[in-house]
């Protein structure tokens, strides 16, 4: 296992443009605004158990399933992030909200520990009844979350006991002890929040109570979701037959370290493989770190889009068959890129290998980060490859989810810069940061200045308050090649080992590297099985996946452009959102006016055009129009 452990972000200071300013907005904009839609749409309300309870705000399904079940974990999650933002800027009026849902929280609590708005207000006798369905320990994992993020950043325990409370109760529920539940929750999250209480708190009963969750998953003779079944039907109770076919949905269709294919719903999925990654740290478990390894590679081998989206499926919300990865229709659900960032990680600290922190930066510059609008408060649930135009971003959703999801991302991404080990640090993304690290027995101070994404001339310096030999670790990215670097001015020789390059020396105050990583543009094509991208080609710059949009190409939509395969592809600097980087290429372009019948035996005519690129996170920021990432190449 690496020695290497991530910096927490309220250690690491974001100063560079890129960073800066989409950390500014989250603050400024995105967690106010979430606050008001919880308000507008119900969810506050619910926290004080009406009694009689008022109408669903969203009706059931026909299956009997609604959205309002896991209200809770939506506040958990606005709470997480909105305490992730109080550590960059105090805000007197954001913690007076957090209190006032807090005192809703306390005074909903039963007696024995119990917290969750939805059975308490509505259906207080059927509590962890359905734990297939309804969410209950998932919420409880976002509001545990949440109830940690808030006491680490202002020292306030009220929540965090609460929570606690909670946990024992859910600790004397479930378990293989007389009279428990052996059950675990047919959504994946707790498992991550019990192992961060663990982490706070160093007591190991947290970190039991979540081998036992990912342990007891999917053991058959009988599986519990059956026993929940044939219960339910006992009392009378309605349980929708499991629409998804199998539990693979929920990845319990075989114990976790007998799972050697990635199946079922994606979130629930990356979830669970955090939650195993950490665990494989934690405890040393080989098994559960090789299923995590083969896990991986299946993904990563068959089933990722190139802008780090995941699930075709709008069905099943995920995973399909091997190389189903549709373009117009696919899913790629903002949750589940934010959520492979936090498996990446994961499994970059468990031996500091690059390729996880590629995956990592490739899924927060495109697939997560395209989830978040400029403005920072609008979105997008599903993150597709293509559109004719129709699809829009939403200032709010009935599941709501990937709204605080990709808010708790940015207002923490200082968490993902850079790891210390006892005798070195490493330093994983790049973007401008400054912080204050204990390495080799001294401080040391690190600043990090770039214009990255944009550019790869990077500068970082450090200031040991005494001399100290240590190793900087560089990640040198998979898409780089022909990375140099200079050490006060002076060339060094770089050989990067599994993605990182080892600079050792006795550092001093003052002591400068500079590390020059070329971004050209590169043209991506698909494994011939992906049939939807054959003959096409995606453009990508640094750790940006580009698209073309209908903004920037007026006349008709996108898909009328073939781009040659010798067309030299030029970079060019932009004033469009404060200063961003767009790539343009001489290309060919089919007249869509002059064919008017559905089919012809002429073909359409073509005339030269010239194509414009802009990052793909940024589309859909300037209204309707049409939008591709594969381009047919001519």
């Not at 140099?484 to 001093?508: D, F, I, M, S």
Request: aromatic share 10%; proline share 6%.
């Amino acid at each position: 296992m690496s020695q290497y452990h991530p910096v927490r972000f309220v250690n690491v200071r974001l100063e560079g443009d890129f960073w800066k300013e989409r950390l500014d907005t989250v603050l400024a904009r995105t967690i106010p605004s979430q606050h008001g839609k919880l308000a507008e749409y119900g969810l506050l309300d619910s926290l004080k158990l009406p009694s009689p309870p008022p109408p669903l705000r969203f009706p059931r399904h026909a299956n009997g399933f609604t959205v309002q079940v896991f209200w809770d974990s939506d506040i958990g999650k606005w709470i997480e992030a909105a305490a992730y933002a109080l550590s960059h800027r105090r805000d007197a009026d954001i913690e007076a909200r957090i209190e006032a849902i807090v005192d809703d929280f306390e005074r909903a609590q039963a007696p024995d520990g119990y917290l969750n708005c939805w059975y308490l207000g509505r259906e207080p006798e059927k509590r962890w009844s359905n734990l297939r369905d309804n969410h209950e320990l998932y919420n409880a994992g976002h509001m545990l979350e949440g109830a940690i993020a808030y006491f680490e950043t202002t020292g306030r325990r009220r929540w965090l006991d609460i929570m606690e409370r909670y946990v024992e109760h859910i600790r004397r529920t479930f378990g293989t002890g007389p009279g428990q539940k052996r059950g675990y929750c047919g959504h994946q999250e707790i498992e991550i929040a019990l192992i961060k209480l663990y982490r706070l708190t160093g007591e190991r009963k947290h970190l039991d109570l979540a081998a036992y969750f990912i342990n007891e998953r999917g053991t058959p003779d009988p599986h519990y979701f059956d026993v929940e079944r044939e219960e339910r039907e006992k009392k009378g109770w309605e349980y929708q037959r499991y629409v998804q076919g199998t539990y693979e949905y929920s990845q319990s269709h075989k114990p976790v370290r007998q799972q050697d294919k990635v199946v079922g719903h994606a979130v629930r999925a990356m979830y669970m493989y955090t939650a195993m990654a950490d665990l494989a740290v934690e405890l040393d478990d080989a098994a559960l770190r090789r299923a995590c390894e083969t896990l991986w590679r299946d993904v990563m081998d068959t089933k990722m889009y190139i802008t780090a989206g995941l699930g075709p499926s709008a069905h099943n919300e995920g995973f399909t068959f091997d190389y189903d990865l549709p373009n117009q229709t696919a899913y790629a659900e903002t949750c589940a890129s934010v959520a492979l960032i936090f498996w990446a990680q994961r499994m970059l600290h468990l031996d500091l290998d690059g390729l996880y922190a590629d995956v990592l930066e490739r899924a927060l510059y495109n697939g997560a980060l395209s989830g978040l609008s400029r403005d920072g408060e609008h979105y997008f649930y599903m993150n597709p490859l293509e559109s004719n135009g129709t699809p829009t971003r939403w200032d709010w959703h009935t599941c709501p989810c990937c709204t605080m999801n990709v808010s708790r991302l940015v207002a923490s991404v200082g968490g993902y810069f850079v790891s210390t080990a006892p005798d070195g640090i490493a330093v994983h993304l790049y973007g401008g940061i400054s912080t204050s690290l204990e390495v080799a027995g001294t401080r040391v101070g690190l600043r990090e200045v770039s214009n990255y994404p944009w550019s790869g001339e990077i500068a970082i310096t450090l200031e040991p308050e005494a001399e100290a030999a240590f190793d900087l670790k560089l990640r040198i990215p998979g898409w780089c090649r022909g990375a140099t670097a200079t050490v006060n001015g002076e060339a060094v020789r770089l050989a990067p080992l599994n993605g990182y390059a080892t600079l050792h020396r006795t550092w001093k105050k003052g002591d400068t590297v500079r590390l020059d990583l070329p971004m050209p543009v590169e043209r991506i094509y698909a494994n011939p099985h992906v049939v939807m991208d054959i003959g096409r080609v995606a453009l990508t710059r640094g750790p940006l996946v580009y698209c073309l949009e209908e903004a920037d190409n007026p006349g008709g939509t996108v898909q009328r452009f073939k781009l040659p395969r010798n067309s030299e592809v030029v970079v060019r600097q932009s004033e469009l959102f404060d200063g961003i980087v767009q790539l343009t290429a001489p290309a060919s372009a089919v007249d869509e006016a002059e064919f008017a019948p559905l089919y012809r035996t002429a073909p359409p005519r073509e005339r030269p055009a010239t194509l414009t690129a802009l990052p793909y996170y940024l589309w859909a920021n300037r209204g309707q129009g049409s939008m591709v990432v594969w381009i047919p190449e001519g």
